[in-house]
């Protein structure tokens, strides 16, 4: 199901395993899993989950395990691994374009449609 609220597509799998948020007027992107984990793409590029990961870049394994686990890539991008609540309080903060109506809460998912 894919839905849009305020420049924002809503997207739920149908065996209801994630919830995506993907901000079509920056690209940010806000994902929930079923067992709650999170994990989120800010407008920078930058990667931060708050559960462990596995990850190859270029064929080099890295591994994020602990909070505060940080990759930092060759073009200035981080990946880190913080806890849901830092994640979803970022999100809140850095999910949405100047000026765009804030339709989502991150910490409630509660959704807002524009009047």
């Not at 806000?30 to 931060?48: A, I, P, W």
């Amino acid at each position: 199901m894919i839905k849009t609220v305020s420049g924002v597509d809503l997207i739920h799998q149908a065996d209801g395993s994630i919830w995506i948020y993907r901000n079509t007027k920056n690209n940010a992107s806000f994902m929930v899993r079923k067992d709650g984990e999170v994990s989120y793409d800010d407008t920078l590029e930058n990667y931060m989950t708050s559960s462990p990961k596995h990850i190859r870049i270029n064929f080099e394994p890295f591994v994020l395990k602990n909070y505060g686990d940080e990759i930092r890539k060759s073009d200035g991008t981080r990946m880190i691994m913080l806890p849901k609540k830092e994640i979803q309080e970022i999100a809140n903060k850095t999910f949405y374009a100047e000026g765009q109506f804030h339709a989502i809460d991150f910490l409630t998912y509660t959704i807002t449609e524009e009047k």
